[in-house]
């Protein structure tokens, strides 16, 4: 009944909604014909207005365009006003002999010119311009020559030491205290000029090919301090002067070098306070040298190319260079951003031409130093703390050579000119290596003799030096140089990348790998050369009866086996001959590899290979523990951890009788245990039952075999 009354009411109540919906859509219909009619009337009165205001605002349009042309006329004539003003300012001021208040209206009026740089106003800027000129060449005429004169006054230049100090700097005149005064003041206005000068002086720029830095122009005042200066230079080493000589590169290096000496004292003392007081970040000692290295710099790209093909020639132009850069930065305090000889060196000919000098005489000395009576010999064979390494004069002498190289180009101011250099350098590492292994391969069939051993010394110490270096600053810097070369030009994997880039590998780990594998080729040829003679004379004590020895009780004195001692005086010899003859850390590793193999040929082929009463295996333990190992005991302090094999035999081969029976029951019943055939969990571990006996290396195998060599067994049940 319920269900009908719902029916019912929902079939009434549906007719009403969808009455009211189409109500609703015909109301929003006349709303929107409305709207439009809205829309169309505006449209209609804003075009009528438009039609109208048309007249108006092109009249208005003409007029704010007229505006806008006298507001462009207005600043036209206001600039040129200003420049008037500035310019009638300075003429008063000059009248009035008023010059630093003229040198700041120039100043003031060169600011005005970089500011309107931007401007398209061409007849402005060349009025701007040429009026800055005018007031310039007669503020500078004037002040130059007021300056020059005070500069006399003070003996400036100063060109030798002694001048500097008894004339420059020690004010001891009545009218010393006007001159400075003076030197203050027209040092201050010259000042004020730079702007101007900068506008209308264009500096000297060396070819790009040098890579220089941009650097702003000399200051004013010190170009007109340095121009005596500059005409003693190009007067001496310029034209067909006795002093201007191409083999005599020092002359002039060293002429710059004296002068910026010279004048130091006064340029701290007496100018930096004038610049600082100035507000200027401008250095005064740098400033000066750095104008004096141009006129270097100027001679240099003008004559290197007359000396580039002849060896001695450039080779000692170079060297002056290095020397001459070393002085100015190391006592100069020059800075490697500034420009320098070593930009001009850099560049791609006159480096090329450099890096193939460097090669040159590089092999010629390695061919000298390998060639000398004295190659294979320690300089301080007789100095006992100093020849730890035991390093050979051949190879001291190349990682001297390598080092230099090093000090030559460590301050060269492009990165890839350093990793070429650096190229170089693993270069002639691999050619020594190569070289080494030349001569060592004449002197195979003598592995334990001096030269061998020299050789052996030779690739240690270099591969010892080239992993120290690894960590120095300087080839870490390298190496990140390189790794972001290499990943720019996509030239390593990135396995090799990650590797430079967390440092795990170095610049010469590839060098140093050929070289350890080299040491390793030439220790294991050492070891084995010992090896097969010690071999061939323990013949005789493999073939001793251990069977048929006395025991200990029926000896009054254990003594040496006679068959040993040919064994052991071999071993004691070389190792003596070879403790003299290479240095601590290769003798370690020799000494080592040589008791690792004599220990498995004592267990293998002596212990092994026979049978033993209780007097054969006291015995061998006498001879091993008495004789054997004391012969390494002056290398280490427990030989016997270097001969594990044998030391543990002799512990098996000697226990008594008790002991070696519940051993051989636990061995027993654990390979039973093992093989399924017993199963007593009680019974100790066959591992414990011999670390107890301190037996860590041999395995409950090989201890069963060495059970089954005793003789000395009861003979009920076994």
């Known amino acids: 009944m319920k269900l009908e009354e719902q029916v019912l009411t929902v079939s009434s109540e549906v007719p009403k909604r969808i009455q009211k919906a189409l109500q609703n859509a015909e109301d929003s219909k006349v709303s929107l014909y409305q709207l439009l009619e809205s829309e169309r009337i505006l449209s209609d009165l804003v075009n009528s207005h438009l039609l109208t205001s048309s007249p108006w605002m092109e009249e208005f349009g003409a007029l704010i365009s007229q505006i806008k042309e006298v507001e462009r006329h207005l ?62 060449k007669i503020l500078k005429d004037k002040l130059s020559s007021d300056f020059e004169e005070t500069l006399t006054q003070l003996y400036w230049p100063f060109i030798g030491p002694a001048q500097s100090k008894a004339l420059g700097l020690a004010p001891s005149s009545a009218n010393a205290t006007e001159i400075y005064s003076n030197f203050e003041a027209l040092f201050s206005q010259l000042l004020k000029l730079q702007l101007s000068d900068e506008l209308l002086t264009k500096p000297k720029q060396l070819p790009e090919k040098y890579f220089l830095l941009p650097t702003p122009p000399i ?20 034209g067909n002067r006795q002093t201007n000589v191409l083999s005599k590169p020092e002359w002039y290096l060293t002429q710059v070098l004296m002068w910026i000496g010279n004048h130091v004292s006064f340029l701290e003392d007496k100018v930096q306070p004038i610049l600082d007081k100035a507000g ?33 020639l450039f080779c000692h132009l170079v060297d002056e260079i290095l020397l001459f850069e070393r002085e100015l930065h190391g006592i100069h305090g020059y800075l490697s951003s500034l420009p ?17 000098v460097e090669r040159k005489f590089a092999l010629q000395k390695m061919d000298s130093m390998l060639s000398s009576e004295a190659a294979w010999v320690s300089q301080y064979k007789d100095i006992t703390d100093v020849d730890e390494m035991k390093v050979p004069d051949c190879a001291e002498t190349f990682m001297t050579l390598l080092l230099v190289i090093t000090d030559r180009y460590k301050h060269l101011p492009i990165a890839t000119r350093k990793l070429q250099f650096l190229e170089l350098q693993k270069e002639l590492v691999d050619d020594f290596r190569i070289r080494l292994t030349q001569v060592m391969k004449e002197e195979t069939r003598t592995p334990l003799a001096f030269r061998y051993c020299a050789i052996l010394n030779a690739v240690n110490y270099i591969a010892t030096v080239l992993a120290d270096w690894a960590d120095n600053v300087f080839f870490l810097q390298l190496q990140q140089a390189a790794l972001e070369m290499s990943a720019e030009s996509d030239m390593l994997s990135k396995l090799q990348l990650g590797k430079l880039a967390s440092l795990e590998s170095s610049v010469f780990d590839e060098m140093i790998q050929l070289l350890e594998r080299l040491k390793q080729d030439m220790l294991t040829r050492q070891v084995d050369h010992v090896f097969n003679e010690v071999k061939e004379v323990a013949k005789i004590y493999k073939r001793e009866r251990w069977l048929s020895l006395p025991s200990q009780a029926e000896q009054a004195v254990m003594s040496l086996s006679s068959s040993a001692c040919p064994l052991l005086l071999t071993l004691r010899d070389r190792l003596l001959q070879l403790e003299q003859q290479l240095c601590y850390t290769l003798f370690k590793i020799f000494w080592q590899m040589l008791a690792e193999q004599v220990d498995l040929f004592i267990y293998q082929e002596v212990i092994l290979a026979n049978h033993f009463n209780e007097g054969g295996a006291a015995q061998l333990q006498f001879d091993m523990t008495r004789n054997l190992f004391p ?55 066959a591992v414990a039952a011999l670390n107890e006996l301190g037996i860590y290396k041999l395995a409950p195998k090989d201890v069963e075999i060495l059970l089954n060599l005793r003789t000395n067994w009861p003979n009920a049940g076994r």
Not at 111 to 135: A, G, P, V, Y
């Open 340 to 356: 320098s000889c070593l930009h001009i060196l850099s560049e791609e000919t006159y480096f090329q031409r450099w890096l193939t």
């Open 280 to 312: 200027t970040s401008v250095n005064a000692r740098l400033e000066f040298s750095r104008a004096l290295v141009m006129l270097i710099l100027e001679k240099l790209d003008a004559e290197i190319p007359c000396m580039l093909y002849d060896d001695n």
């Open 219 to 238: 200051i004013l005042p010190m170009q007109i301090m340095l121009a005596p200066l500059q005409k003693r230079f190009k007067y001496h080493f310029t």
């Open 75 to 136: 600043a036209y004539l206001k600039q040129i006003s200003q420049v008037e003003e500035l310019s009638d300012n300075i003429q008063q001021y000059l009248m009035t002999n008023n010059v630093p208040e003229a040198a700041t209206a120039l100043a003031s009026m060169a600011e005005l010119d970089i500011k309107l740089q931007e401007s398209s106003c061409s007849h402005l800027l060349t009025f701007i311009r040429s009026t800055i000129q005018f007031w310039h």
């Open 631 to 685: 012969l390494f005991s002056h290398y280490c302090k427990r030989p016997e951890n270097y001969f594990k094999h044998i030391k543990e035999a002799c512990i098996v081969l000697n226990l008594n009788i008790g002991s070696a029976l519940l051993l051989k029951d636990v061995l027993q019943t654990a390979t039973e245990t093992r093989t399924g055939i017993s199963s007593n969990s009680n019974q100790p571990s």
